[in-house]
T-cell receptor
Framework: AQTVTQSQPEMSVQEAETVTLSCTYD???????LFWYKQPPSRQMILVIR??????QNATENRFSVNFQKAAKSFSLKISDSQLGDAAMYFCAYRSPYSGGSNYKLTFGKGTLLTVNP | NAGVTQTPKFQVLKTGQSMTLQCAQD?????MSWYRQDPGMGLRLIHYSVGAGITDQGEVPNGYNVSRSTTEDFPLRLLSAAPSQTSVYFC?????????????FGSGTRLTVV
């Protein structure tokens, strides 16, 4: 079974600075999908960025980018030019690409609460 | 663009009461699932379904029941509520062969059992 570990329960960053959230995972599969979800106080789960394991190029979405290290099974999220609206709980998640009911699930880490200080 | 609709958004139950959390999606997604979110625990899978008439258990299924009579709807039933079921519940759906796109989540239900 896959596991996802987020070792930082809480992080803080000054507005306009850069912060990196850590995520490691354990799997025996060679291909998979990785995601970062943002959960603001509204409780809505918002997809921030995604990565396919077979793609070596790190995904980027505006101020959000990932550092995907497949051999180390690491998938960190970098937020550049942090804004007050980035304050939220961030979840790292894993999904198998294979068919079969149990393979379709998302496996989540426990989350990192990000505070942005003005 | 309704996406995934969950009702109610908030609910308070007394121990022993039963209730149904509703989930509906309009994207023709085959895969639907229920998660619960507890502080420090992330999101944990309760039950899932890969299509109408097909359901299966996730990590934490005890005390919950599901059914899937249509592609659109996937209700979660609490048979006899317990304080340990106080949590935030999310319904999520996806198309299995588009795993790269992740899930679409509902807005969640905050349930308190007293």
């Amino acid at each position: 079974a896959q596991t996802v570990t987020q070792s930082q329960p809480e992080m803080s960053v000054q507005e306009a600075e850069t912060v990196t959230l850590s995520c490691t995972y354990d799997t025996s599969e060679s291909d998979y999908y990785l995601f970062w979800y943002k959960q603001p106080p509204s409780r809505q789960m918002i997809l921030v960025i995604r990565q396919e394991a077979y793609k070596q190029q790190n995904a980027t979405e505006n101020r959000f980018s990932v550092n995907f290290q497949k051999a180390a099974k690491s998938f960190s999220l970098k937020i550049s030019d942090s804004q007050l609206g980035d304050a939220a709980m961030y979840f790292c998640a894993y999904r198998s690409p294979y068919s079969g009911g149990s393979n379709y699930k998302l496996t989540f880490g426990k989350g990192t609460l990000l505070t942005v200080n003005p | 663009n309704a996406g995934v609709t969950q009702t109610p958004k908030f609910q308070v139950l007394k121990t022993g009461q039963s209730m149904t959390l509703q989930c509906a999606q309009d994207m023709n997604h085959e895969y639907m699932s229920w998660y619960r979110q507890d502080p420090g625990m992330g999101l944990r899978l309760i039950h899932y379904s890969v299509g109408a008439g097909i359901t299966d258990q996730g990590e934490v299924p005890n005390g919950y029941n599901v059914s899937r009579s249509t592609t659109e709807d996937f209700p979660l039933r609490l048979l006899s509520a317990a304080p340990s079921q106080t949590s935030v519940y999310f319904c999520a759906s996806s198309t299995p062969w588009q795993g790269y796109y992740g899930y679409t989540f509902g807005s969640g239900t905050r349930l308190t059992v007293v």
